[in-house]
């Protein structure tokens, strides 16, 4: 089992920054391959990046390639999501996930989920 909180959203300015983080809990944390995902209002969920188990490989979508970035610490149990550039379109909930494959972007290969924390960017 794994237990994943999310932190870090809030209100920010088209061009702006923020940075996500997802604290994990059980011992198996470091087996998994994490991803983050975001749902906009009247949207399906969509996939953002993912991070390997060891960190080694990531991948994201082509909408944030460039401008986010994905990363882990495994010794603390956290992920975060390195989010600049924001614009409008980034608005969005976004969820962390823990799946056993890697790069996958259906949220139905992502086994335990945060409860989400909302990114709203103003233009």
């Known amino acids: 089992q794994v237990q994943l909180v999310e932190s870090g959203g809030g209100l920010v300015q088209a061009g702006g920054s923020l940075r996500l983080s997802c604290a994990a809990s059980g011992r198996t944390f470091s087996s998994y391959d994490m991803g983050w995902f975001r749902q906009a209002p009247g949207k399906e969920r969509e996939f953002v990046a993912s991070?390997?188990?060891?960190?080694?490989?990531?991948y994201y979508a082509d909408s944030v390639k460039g401008r986010f970035t994905i990363s882990r610490d495994n010794a603390k149990k956290t992920v975060h999501l390195q989010m600049k550039s924001l614009k409008p379109e980034d608005t969005a909930v976004y969820y962390c996930?823990?799946?056993?494959?890697?790069?996958?972007?259906?949220?139905?290969?992502?086994?335990?989920w945060g409860q989400g924390t909302q990114v709203t960017v103003s233009s």
């Open positions: 996930a823990a799946s056993s494959l890697f790069g996958r972007e259906s949220p139905y290969d992502y086994v335990y």
């Open positions: 991070i390997s188990w060891s960190g080694g490989s990531t």
